[in-house]
């Protein structure tokens, strides 16, 4: 097995965990972790076939470092929302703040 495969069941294991995380979490901090953890996936994924590939290594770790700004953008983002979501209901889990009031 060559190390490009390697990277890339690593890269999709962590994106099955992630999927698995997002659809069995509970909260919305454990939910944002399962949707980090997808997005590390696809940047590994991108960095591997790069480096390990014919294909020009800079367009690799820009694409990656694209992945990563789009994931601390949406980190900042969630969490600001979770921080609304848990003064106005008082808590976070999914299951409560999905319900509507009368």
């Known amino acids: 097995m060559s190390a490009l495969s390697l990277y890339q069941l690593v890269a999709l294991m962590l994106l099955a965990i992630g999927f698995f995380g997002l ?16 997005l590390n996936g696809a940047g590994l994924s991108i960095v591997a076939a790069a480096q390990l590939t014919d ?34 209901f008082g808590t976070t889990e999914v299951g409560v703040v999905s319900t509507l009031k009368e």
């Open 23 to 38: 659809v069995r979490r509970r909260t919305l901090v454990g939910m944002l972790i399962a949707v980090e953890l997808m």
């Open 55 to 88: 294909a020009n290594a800079t367009l690799g770790q820009l694409g990656t470092l694209l992945v990563m700004g789009l994931a601390a953008a949406e980190a900042t983002l969630v969490l600001a929302i979770i921080v609304v979501v848990s003064r106005r």
